[in-house]
């Protein structure tokens, strides 16, 4: 994995908006909807996009439009390459 990818990663979960979110997405079995963030946690809609975007951007989830409602997804495939990138940073 590259040094800018990690760096993104690690960004994006130096939130704790974000990591309750991630957090969301695995306990909803990898599927939540966009208005269901709100149910869970406690901020406005302009800082619920933000902060899927910048979990997005990291491609820490992916985002799936289905007509007027979008779903995100857990990434799984990254976040258990960034995994492996930070077991190789062990001694």
Excluded: W
């Amino acid at each position: 994995m590259e040094v800018r990818k990690v760096e993104r990663i690690s960004k994006a979960l130096s939130d704790p908006s974000r990591i309750a979110i991630l957090q969301q997405l695995k306990e909803k079995e990898n599927c939540l909807y966009c208005h269901e963030i709100s149910d869970f946690i406690d901020l406005t809609q302009p800082s619920i996009s933000h902060h899927v975007k910048q979990l997005s951007d990291a491609d820490l989830i992916v985002v799936d439009k289905e007509g007027r409602n979008v779903k995100y997804k857990l990434n799984e495939s990254v976040l258990d390459e960034y995994v492996q990138f930070l077991n190789t940073l062990k001694v």
